[in-house]
C-alpha cells in the first residue's frame, strides 16, 4: 500500500489560496489519489478524487505531476468554515483496503 | 438518497453490557465499511463487507462482530468492551472497487 506524507498543521487567512502537498513516494500504476474533509465529531467527506494532471470542481481542485509521487489540493478563497482536517488517499480501485494517513489540520484565521 | 445513516448518535455502555450499532444505505453500494476514529487520530478501517460477505478484518478483537444482513444494513455488535474501545464508530459505504467511501455521522460510544 502507498504510504501517504503530508503536513501536520497549516494555518492561512481567509480568502486566500490554500495548498496542501501529499507526498505518496511509492504511488502503484493502478492507485487513484482521494482527498478527504472532516470537521470534529463528524464522518470524513469526500472533496476530490484524481489519477493525473488537473481535476477540478466545485469545491477543489487537485493537482498531480507527471511522476504522481505527490498531489497538491488546492482550496481557492478559504473562509472559516474550511477550517478542518485534509486527509490525502492512496488507492487502487480494485482493493478496498481505504486506509487514511495523519491528515493536516488547516486552521482558518480571520 | 445519498446517505449512509448511523443509529444511535451517542451510545453509553458499561463493560458487561452487549450492544449493537448499525448502519444503512439506499445507494445500491455493495461495499460497507467500519471505521474506528479515536480523538485527534485519522479513522482506522476495522471491517470491510464487499457483497455482504467480509473481505477485510484488519485483526479487530472478537468483542467487536460485525454482522451484514443484507446489501444496505451493516451491524457492529459489541461485546464487554473496554474504556480504551470509547470512540467515534464510521460506518461507509461505496462501490466495489471504488477507493472513495461515502461516510456516515458516526456513533460515539462511550465505555464505563
Known amino acids: 500500500l502507498a504510504k501517504t506524507t503530508q503536513p501536520i498543521s497549516m494555518d492561512s487567512y481567509e480568502g486566500q489560496e490554500v495548498n496542501i502537498t501529499c507526498s505518496h513516494n511509492?504511488?502503484?500504476?493502478?492507485?487513484?489519489i482521494t482527498w478527504y474533509q472532516q470537521f470534529p465529531s463528524q464522518g470524513p467527506r469526500f472533496i476530490i478524487q484524481?489519477?493525473?494532471t488537473k481535476v477540478t470542481n466545485e469545491v477543489a481542485s487537485l493537482f498531480i505531476p507527471a511522476d504522481r509521487k505527490s498531489s497538491t489540493l488546492s482550496l481557492p478563497r478559504v473562509s472559516l468554515s474550511d477550517t478542518a482536517v485534509y486527509y490525502c488517499?492512496?488507492?487502487?480501485?480494485?482493493?478496498?483496503?481505504?486506509?487514511f494517513g495523519i491528515g493536516t489540520k488547516l486552521q482558518v484565521i480571520p | 438518497d445519498t446517505e449512509v445513516t448511523q443509529t444511535p448518535k451517542h451510545l453509553v455502555m458499561g463493560m458487561t453490557n452487549k450492544k449493537s450499532l448499525k448502519c444503512e444505505q439506499h445507494m445500491g453500494h455493495r461495499a460497507m465499511y467500519w471505521y474506528k476514529q479515536k480523538a485527534k487520530k485519522p479513522p482506522e478501517l476495522m471491517f470491510v463487507?464487499?457483497?455482504?460477505?467480509?473481505?477485510i478484518n484488519e485483526s479487530v478483537p472478537s468483542r467487536f462482530s460485525p454482522e451484514c444482513p443484507n446489501s444496505s444494513l451493516l451491524n457492529l455488535h459489541l461485546h464487554a468492551l473496554q474504556p480504551e474501545d470509547s470512540a467515534l464508530y464510521l460506518c461507509?459505504?461505496?462501490?466495489?472497487?471504488?477507493?472513495?467511501?461515502?461516510f456516515g455521522p458516526g456513533t460515539r460510544l462511550t465505555v464505563l
Open positions: 463487507y464487499s457483497y455482504e460477505k467480509l473481505s
Open positions: 488517499l492512496v488507492g487502487d480501485r480494485g482493493y478496498q483496503k481505504v486506509t
Open positions: 461507509a459505504s461505496s462501490h466495489p472497487g471504488t477507493p472513495d467511501p461515502f
Open positions: 511509492n504511488i502503484a500504476t493502478n492507485d487513484y
Open positions: 484524481g489519477y493525473k
